[in-house]
């Protein structure tokens, strides 16, 4: 199933088998696996995805899209070639479809939506009934599968720090008492939870420390490297803000992620420092 999202998303860039398959895997095991005819690890997958300059939580979205809304996939790839012209003509079309059908899902994708607009631009084309119609059903929701987390995941830029935290320390619950999540899922959930802690830290620090606290609680899974040293980070950057230690850790760390070669995770968070206030 997810060899030919692969190979979709690979082709749409012109980027071939042999520079996709690059350092990774061979062309050969690459072909048979986007062809579906094996399988690989979850971890070789994660590092091809670098080769195609895909993050994992937008090549699982991408994999659990209904394929038969076109509409969705288009505003999507949207995103994807940060085309904001389009993306802006394609979010208010499913703002009024929302409005026509009043149908959960297209009033889902009208916020999704418009929270990627909002990604590109700070640009904000949803209303605010439609935001708290999402937030009152994200309240209810008891049974958090891959479908609800991707719509807090894709809308938690418009709600505020305590709301992030109420629903992530509902789903770390979850994780706790969980043995076993589908393999998308596990990886998605981690993502969002650690994009919330991101989104509380610049608003009330306190809240992001006590929501790190409830995240050390859970492990983490040790294949989901990228989250595990994002989570290190922040925790990093939690004890700074609080005084509890100084920047130079702060650069040790990311000095430690190019000895590691992990630069687009290097340039996420030095992206991250360089939008977030610093203390004095």
């Given at each position: 199933m997810?060899?030919?999202?692969?190979?979709?998303?690979?082709?749409?860039?012109?980027i071939?088998?042999?520079d996709?398959?690059a350092?990774?895997?061979?062309?050969?095991?690459?072909?048979r696996?986007?062809?579906?005819?094996?399988?690989?690890?979850?971890?070789?997958?994660?590092?091809?995805?670098d080769n195609?300059?895909?993050?994992a939580n937008?090549?699982?979205m991408?994999?659990?899209?209904?394929?038969?809304n076109s509409?969705?996939?288009?505003?999507?790839?949207?995103?994807?070639r940060?085309?904001?012209?389009?993306l802006?003509?394609?979010?208010l079309?499913?703002i009024?479809?929302?409005?026509?059908?009043?149908?959960r899902?297209?009033?889902?994708?009208?916020?999704?939506?418009?929270?990627?607009?909002?990604?590109?631009t700070?640009?904000?084309?949803?209303?605010?009934?439609?935001?708290?119609?999402?937030?009152?059903?994200?309240?209810?929701?008891?049974?958090?599968?891959y479908?609800y987390i991707?719509v807090?995941?894709?809308?938690?830029?418009?709600?505020?720090?305590?709301?992030?935290?109420?629903?992530?320390?509902?789903?770390?619950?979850?994780?706790?008492?969980?043995?076993t999540?589908e393999?998308?899922?596990?990886?998605y959930?981690?993502?969002?939870?650690l994009?919330?802690?991101?989104r509380?830290?610049?608003?009330?620090?306190e809240?992001?420390?006590?929501?790190s606290?409830?995240?050390n609680?859970?492990?983490?899974?040790?294949?989901?490297?990228?989250?595990?040293?994002?989570k290190?980070f922040?925790?990093?950057?939690?004890?700074?803000?609080?005084?509890?230690?100084?920047?130079?850790e702060l650069n040790?760390?990311?000095?430690?992620?190019?000895?590691?070669?992990?630069i687009d995770?290097?340039?996420?968070?030095?992206?991250?420092?360089?939008?977030?206030?610093?203390?004095?």
């Amino acid at each position: 199933m997810y060899g030919k999202y692969f190979k979709q998303l690979r082709k749409k860039q012109d980027i071939s088998l042999k520079d996709a398959a690059a350092n990774v895997i061979s062309t050969s095991q690459l072909s048979r696996w986007e062809n579906g005819r094996s399988n690989i690890s979850f971890e070789t997958v994660i590092n091809l995805l670098d080769n195609i300059h895909i993050r994992a939580n937008e090549f699982i979205m991408y994999c659990n899209l209904n394929p038969t809304n076109s509409l969705t996939h288009k505003i999507f790839n949207a995103y994807q070639r940060k085309g904001i012209t389009e993306l802006k003509h394609l979010t208010l079309k499913q703002i009024k479809q929302s409005k026509t059908s009043k149908n959960r899902f297209d009033l889902f994708l009208a916020v999704a939506a418009a929270n990627f607009y909002f990604d590109l631009t700070n640009i904000r084309l949803i209303s605010k009934f439609d935001i708290l119609n999402v937030k009152s059903i994200l309240s209810s929701t008891s049974y958090w599968n891959y479908y609800y987390i991707s719509v807090w995941g894709n809308t938690l830029a418009f709600y505020d720090p305590t709301f992030n935290f109420k629903i992530a320390s509902r789903i770390l619950t979850i994780l706790k008492n969980q043995t076993t999540l589908e393999f998308g899922t596990e990886y998605y959930t981690w993502c969002t939870i650690l994009n919330a802690l991101i989104r509380i830290i610049p608003e009330k620090i306190e809240l992001a420390k006590k929501l790190s606290l409830k995240i050390n609680k859970v492990s983490i899974p040790n294949s989901f490297l990228s989250i595990r040293l994002k989570k290190r980070f922040m925790d990093i950057y939690i004890k700074y803000q609080l005084h509890e230690s100084d920047k130079e850790e702060l650069n040790k760390f990311l000095y430690s992620l190019e000895n590691l070669q992990l630069i687009d995770l290097k340039n996420e968070l030095e992206y991250f420092l360089s939008n977030t206030k610093m203390r004095n």
